[in-house]
């Protein structure tokens, strides 16, 4: 199996040489398909390693690699979600969740054309996260969960091949997380993409991904990696296993050497 | 029925204190004698305006197309110059102190350079009207372009969004409520900075007539042109606050919301 998505000892730091290294050293590899989470501290560079991978920063030092091409600019075959749904409020949700395919080629060239192919489209994930109708709604008419559904599908229009979601559900109440990890769950499920999720919430990295990747305090570096092997489809009744809760203690315990050791 | 009436309290609060404010005015001209050169009671302004309707209408219709005129060329040169400093964080620190001591200028003091460069002529007034009036504009527009939030331009740049494609889509939309907060401020401006150039760069406008009244000892039409003045003015705010609820009602969504 071949690396999707290859981080090769890469070394970046904010403001210029002997500025603040964000990450160091930091080597991995997710394979195409795969749902993998990273987590660790807070300031351990996890944004920093979203950045880099979706080229919107360029690593200092070593290399990335994304679909078995060197990441050299922003890249087009990525979706981005973040713990603020940051929907525009003077756009409807469809009108929203359209504004990828308004920048991204070949889309963009034919949206005007097959506006209603478009459409239809979206109205379809709006279906398959649960907001079945609700695309006329402005955001600001929508529960922050709703939002973040929405948010979801803005990220996921354009059919990318890697979907980066920094902390998407961090901002939410835990009933309303729950019920997003099942949609993240069964959208992963439907679509052969590939899709990093990074979190403060081990339950949640054990619950949705199929490997999990400590990362120490700043400098980040990976210093633990864990495979999930509960079957798919999970339910939530998995969390509520021994195996499941000894799979988040040994990650507690590794975060917290890693912050002692900080 | 408490609630009923408090509601018609409230309706009828606005004009039973405006037309309480005249009574008054026109009692204490009458009781205490106040010379007309003075202080004219509102029926004899309300006599001088019948009279000297024609002139009022006639000054008022100038100095509104002055102030609107200004006032658009503020709008258009505002917003340019307004998305320059809020694409370029470069062009926003070189033009900051230009502009901060522009505007500390009181423009009552450019108009005679103006009256110098363009004689007297309706050009001082709509010069005057735009040079007081496009500072909150520009500041306006160039706090909403550089306020986005950082993560949806990440989403942006890594769609492969041009700077372009960001200002159109997120910028100059997200900056609308902005742009028409500052119109309020602006419209104001530029209605105050058209009449102080018209009394004494122009020959026509409320500014003028009632420099000349003034000059006459006709002081029921001064206080008549103040009243038109007053009234003009509340004619154009109103038409700014209609465009602004038409343009942006995304942006007061609290009361949308429940409507």
Not at chain 1, 111 to 121: D, F, V
Not at chain 1, 238 to 254: C, G, I, K, M, W
Not at chain 2, 226 to 234: N, R
Request: glycine share 8%; proline share 6%; net charge positive.
């Amino acid at each position: 199996m071949t690396a999707f998505v290859e981080i090769d000892n890469v070394t970046h730091a904010y403001g210029g040489d002997g500025g603040v290294i964000a990450v160091d050293r930091l080597t991995l590899s997710i394979a195409e398909g795969e749902f993998a989470a990273v987590v660790g501290p807070s300031g351990c560079g996890k944004s920093t390693l979203m950045k880099l991978v979706t080229g919107l920063q360029r690593p200092q030092a070593g290399s990335i690699a994304v679909g078995g091409a060197k990441v050299a600019g922003p890249l087009k075959i990525a979706g981005m979600a973040f713990q603020a749904p940051s929907l525009l409020p003077w756009r409807t949700t469809l009108d929203n969740i359209l504004l990828p395919l308004e920048i991204v080629q070949p889309h963009r060239k034919r949206l005007r054309r097959e506006r209603g192919a478009y459409i239809a489209k979206v109205e379809a994930l709006l279906a398959q996260v649960g907001l079945a109708g609700l695309g006329a709604k402005y955001p600001w008419e929508l529960s922050g969960g709703m939002q973040q559904r929405a948010s979801l599908c803005r990220a996921l229009i354009h059919e990318p091949r890697l979907l980066m979601l920094d902390e998407p559900f961090a901002a939410l109440d835990s009933f309303t997380r729950e019920e997003l990890w099942c949609v993240m769950r069964d959208l992963h499920a439907a679509r052969p993409v590939t899709i990093v999720l990074v979190t403060h919430d081990l339950r949640e990295a054990a619950f949705l991904a199929d490997r999990v990747f400590c990362m120490s305090a700043r400098p980040g570096r990976i210093i633990a990696e864990r495979r999930v092997a509960f079957p798919r489809p999970r339910s939530l009744e998995v969390t509520y296993t021994p195996e499941f809760t000894d799979l988040v203690h040994d990650l507690r315990a590794q975060i917290a050497t890693a912050r002692q050791a900080a | 029925m408490t609630a009923g009436r408090q509601r018609l309290a409230m309706t009828a609060a606005p004009y039973v204190f405006t037309v309480a404010f005249f009574a008054l005015w026109e009692a204490a001209c009458r009781l205490f004698k106040i010379p007309q050169y003075f202080l004219p009671a509102p029926s004899v302004i309300a006599q001088a305006s019948l009279e000297y309707w024609w002139q009022l209408l006639f000054h008022s219709f100038h100095t509104l197309w002055m102030t609107v005129a200004g006032f658009a060329i503020a709008v258009v040169f505002g917003i340019l110059l307004g998305i320059a400093l809020g694409a370029s964080r470069i062009v926003n620190a070189g033009t900051q102190p230009l502009l901060v001591g522009f505007n500390a200028i009181p423009k009552v003091a450019v108009v005679p350079i103006l009256i110098l460069w363009f004689g007297v002529g309706w050009i001082p007034p709509v010069m005057t009207a735009f040079l007081i009036s496009f500072f909150p504009i520009v500041v306006n527009v160039a706090t909403g372009l550089s306020t986005i939030e950082p993560e949806l331009e990440d989403v942006m740049k890594a769609l492969g969004a041009r700077k372009w494609d960001i200002l159109v889509k997120i910028g100059i939309p997200r900056s609308m409520p902005y742009l028409f907060a500052s119109l309020k401020v602006a419209i104001t401006l530029a209605y105050v900075g058209s009449v102080i150039a018209e009394s004494n760069a122009s020959r026509y406008g409320i500014g003028n007539l009632i420099t000349r009244a003034s000059a006459d000892f006709n002081v029921p039409l001064v206080f008549a042109a103040l009243i038109a003045l007053a009234i003009l003015g509340v004619i154009i705010y109103a038409a700014t606050v209609e465009l602004e609820r038409r343009m942006t009602g995304w942006a007061h969504r609290s009361g949308a919301g429940q409507g």
